[in-house]
């Protein structure tokens, strides 16, 4: 099989990566394989969108390589590959354990808001009306009564998601090695590979409009666990060495015992998928971003629709909200498991979103 690889690389890569893997997380890949041949997007811009734009394949690129190169390419890919995977399946364990802590709390009946609020308080309208139903919120009748319900291991949605936030940090991490070792002062201007060399994942992947920021978050998700692993807060992986320009190469911890089996893709009749977990909804906004988004919005986005939080995403990111699709969202008790419609029961399900901010959370956007 070593062989066969060797002698036809970039034929083996082609087909695989076609039938098996999402266009955005196989764009991705291509551009990291590119970029280890020194074949790196035009500018700064278009290595932002990466993800979303059409190119050619990788390995009509490499073509012209020698065949023994182009191997070696291919394998580091497959390297990288099962990396990230197993990045990707432990930060899904992590999430999966940390969500299950959720006590939320049931709304019973709202609180009084102080009359004084609106008037004596300076800032926008929208900041205001938030400040009210956040203060009915914190006085409100309520019992914490709720137990997250376990639905198992990753869906193939959660799974493909994650996967693809691991790899835009991964594209981002090579963009900037080579950036800082000088690969890319041939194709890029210098004030765009001194801007690419101060930013983070955060600043990176940022887009002009919020309502898209939900892969934005979903990258920051994947780089938050990072974090947590190569500061040694999380013990559930360890990093077995720390590249700052490539995600480390980590392991399970001894006695770890890893779900990391693969989902397959679900097949769904007319109108079943009810939870949005085909992969048309892939890449696509999660239910969970559209909620948030529709219960704090300060654009007018939707007309009518009373704010009930203005909180910023990241408050819940740390749960794997923006990974998670709608039926473990339904099972952890955040949104109602017989409708489809993001509105109904706002109220209630709004306030299980606020009754599980913690103190610093709270202190934080106060």
Request: proline share 6%; charged share 25%; aromatic share 12%.
């Amino acid at each position: 099989m070593g062989r066969v690889l060797d002698k036809y690389p970039l034929e083996i890569v082609e087909v695989v990566l076609e039938v098996t893997v999402p266009v955005q997380t196989r764009r991705l890949m291509g551009a990291v394989l590119k970029a280890r041949f020194s074949r790196f997007p035009a500018s700064l811009s278009e290595a932002q969108k990466v993800a979303q734009t059409d190119s050619p394949a990788a390995t009509d690129e490499m073509r012209s390589s020698r065949l023994d190169r182009a191997a070696a390419g291919v394998r580091s890919l497959l390297a990288t590959a099962e990396n990230v995977h197993t990045w990707s399946h432990a930060c899904l364990e992590h999430l999966i354990r940390k969500s299950m802590e959720l006590r939320p709390s049931t709304l019973i009946k709202k609180g009084t808001a102080c009359t004084t609020t609106i008037n004596n308080k300076t800032g926008s309208m929208e900041a205001q009306i938030g400040r009210i139903r956040r203060e009915e919120f914190e006085k409100a009748e309520s019992c914490k009564d709720y137990l997250p319900q376990y639905t198992g291991p990753p869906s193939w949605a959660e799974e493909q998601r994650m996967i693809k936030a691991f790899w835009r940090l991964q594209f981002f991490l090579e963009l900037q090695d080579a950036g800082n070792k000088g690969r890319l002062g041939t194709c890029w201007p210098g004030q765009e590979v001194d801007v690419l060399s101060k930013s983070s994942p955060d600043g990176f992947y940022d887009v002009p409009k919020p309502y898209y920021n939900f892969e934005r978050e979903q990258t920051l998700t994947a780089c938050d666990f990072f974090g947590a692993v190569t500061s040694g807060s999380i013990t559930l992986v360890e990093a077995v060495h720390d590249n700052a320009y490539r995600l480390p190469t980590i392991r399970w911890i001894e006695g770890t015992v890893p779900r990391c089996f693969c989902a397959e893709p679900p097949s769904f009749g007319f109108n079943e998928d009810i939870f949005y977990q085909g992969p048309e909804n892939l890449d696509r906004m999660p239910m969970s971003y559209l909620f948030h988004h529709a219960m704090s919005t300060t654009d007018g986005w939707l007309d009518g629709c009373p704010l009930t939080l203005v909180f910023p995403f990241q408050c819940w990111r740390k749960y794997g909200f923006a990974i998670w699709d709608d039926k473990r969202m339904a099972d952890l008790g955040m949104r109602d498991p017989r409708g489809r419609s993001i509105m109904k029961k706002y109220i209630s399900y709004s306030f299980r979103w606020f009754s599980i901010l913690t103190e610093e959370d709270l202190r934080d956007v106060r």
